[in-house]
C-alpha cells in the first residue's frame, strides 16, 4: 500500500483546505472539458478514461442539489422527553 510522509501529506491537506470545496459550476466545466478531450482522443485507454472523468464529474456537480432535495422530503426531527436512565438504587 502507498502511504505518503506526514510532511506531505499536511501539504496536500493545507492545499485542499486553502482551495476549498468546488462548486458545481467549476465540475460542470471540468466535464466540459473532458467532453472536448474525448472528441481529441487517440487511443481506447484514453477515451475509457475520459467517459469515466466525464460521469464522476457530472455526479459531483449534481451531489449538492439531489443532498438538498433528500433534506427537504425528510421530516424534522422530532424532540423526545428526556429519559431518565439507571435503575433508581442509588439516590
Do not use: E, F, I, T
Given at each position: 500500500m502507498f502511504a505518503l510522509p506526514a510532511q506531505s501529506a499536511q501539504h496536500w491537506l493545507a492545499k485542499i483546505q486553502e482551495k476549498g470545496m468546488s462548486s458545481a459550476e467549476d465540475y460542470r466545466a471540468k466535464a466540459a472539458e473532458a467532453l472536448v478531450q474525448l472528441g481529441e482522443a487517440k487511443s481506447e485507454a484514453e477515451r475509457n478514461?475520459?467517459?469515466?472523468?466525464?460521469?464522476?464529474?457530472?455526479?459531483?456537480?449534481?451531489?449538492?442539489?439531489e443532498a438538498a432535495a433528500r433534506a427537504e422530503l425528510r421530516p424534522p426531527p422530532q424532540k423526545s422527553a428526556k429519559k431518565n436512565y439507571g435503575t433508581g438504587l442509588f439516590k
Open positions: 478514461r475520459l467517459r469515466r472523468a466525464h460521469g464522476v464529474y457530472l455526479k459531483l456537480a449534481s451531489h449538492g442539489a
